[in-house]
């Protein structure tokens, strides 16, 4: 999954892991776990210890990764983690509706809010790479609004 906070990607994960039979892994859970609540961002190295876990317990399964995703380097992170595992097909699927929309839906979020100028850095960079999203060695894209 790649998109901003307010996207609406732990939505479509949920929706596209029923029919997919998929696991979901998501930062936002990891960090609920490791540090008792979703908004703590903690230690990522310790964080991304865990999701190297989880997706080692799942690799006989298909396993969506849950987060923003919204710089080229954690894509390419998440794509090195899965490869490492021996996911074969590993597709992008980005979620990108409008700047507004994605601070209009995070403004209702009954559990966690992101501060906006966070929202407005993340969707801005989004905005930078995501043409590059094509040249990054996904093996599937799909884009959605």
């Known amino acids: 999954m790649v998109g901003a906070p307010g996207a609406g990607k732990s939505t479509y994960a949920k929706k596209l892991s029923k029919i997919e039979d998929a696991v979901i892994i998501s930062g936002d859970d990891v960090r609920a776990e490791l540090f008792g609540s979703a908004e703590i961002q903690?230690?990522?190295?310790?964080?991304?210890?865990?999701?190297?876990?989880l997706v080692s317990e799942n690799?006989?399964?298909?396993?969506?990764?849950?987060?923003?995703?919204?710089?080229?380097?954690?894509?390419a992170e998440a794509i090195t983690l899965l490869r490492s595992?021996?996911?074969?097909c590993i597709e992008a699927i980005v979620v990108n509706p409008s700047l507004a929309t994605c601070l209009a839906?995070?403004?209702?979020?009954?559990?966690?809010?992101?501060?906006?100028?966070v929202v407005k850095t993340m969707h801005e960079t989004l905005q930078q790479e995501v043409e590059e999203i094509y040249s990054e060695p996904f093996d599937r894209w799909s884009f959605v609004f």
């Open 42 to 53: 903690g230690d990522w190295d310790a964080i991304w210890s865990r999701i190297d876990e």
């Open 59 to 75: 690799c006989h399964r298909n396993v969506i990764l849950d987060g923003t995703h919204f710089r080229k380097e954690y894509r």
């Open 85 to 88: 595992y021996g996911f074969e």
């Open 105 to 117: 839906r995070n403004f209702t979020r009954a559990d966690r809010n992101v501060p906006d100028y």
